[in-house]
């Protein structure tokens, strides 16, 4: 069983960064796809990016796009969302996912691809 656990979030001003990191335990690690969400009260969970098993391929959805950076250490069991630039929009909860199906060749942006989820870290941004 997979087990994620999210730390790093905050309170930061507009403009300025957070690194979140997540940690897997109970597996192997570099077998999992991972993504980053995020849910903003009364909204939808929604993709933020996520990163392909060896690291080598990483997605974003659009409003992240030159502002946020996934990045993983598969000897740590570890995967990062560094968060540069931030706004008030970008408060939300955030959570990390992995996903298991070796089959899929991109990353994936469907919160249904993803089979286990850590239980979100808060992040807010003042302007």
């Known amino acids: 069983q997979v087990q994620l656990v999210e730390s790093g979030g905050g309170l930061v001003q507009a403009g300025g960064s957070l690194r979140l990191s997540c940690t897997a335990s109970g597996v192997t690690f570099s077998v999992y796809a991972m993504g980053w969400f995020r849910q903003a009260p009364g909204q939808e969970r929604e993709f933020v990016g996520g990163?392909?098993?060896?690291?080598?391929?990483?997605r974003y959805a659009d409003p992240v796009k030159g502002r946020f950076t996934i990045s993983r250490d598969n000897a740590k069991n570890t995967v990062y969302l560094q968060m540069n630039s931030l706004k008030p929009e970008d408060t939300a909860v955030y959570y990390c996912?992995?996903?298991?199906?070796?089959?899929?060749?991109?990353?994936?942006?469907?919160?249904?691809?993803?089979?286990?989820w850590g239980q979100g870290t808060q992040v807010t941004v003042s302007s």
């Open positions: 996912a992995a996903d298991e199906d070796a089959s899929r060749f991109r990353v994936t942006l469907s919160l249904t691809d993803f089979d286990y």
């Open positions: 990163i392909s098993r060896g690291g080598g391929s990483t």
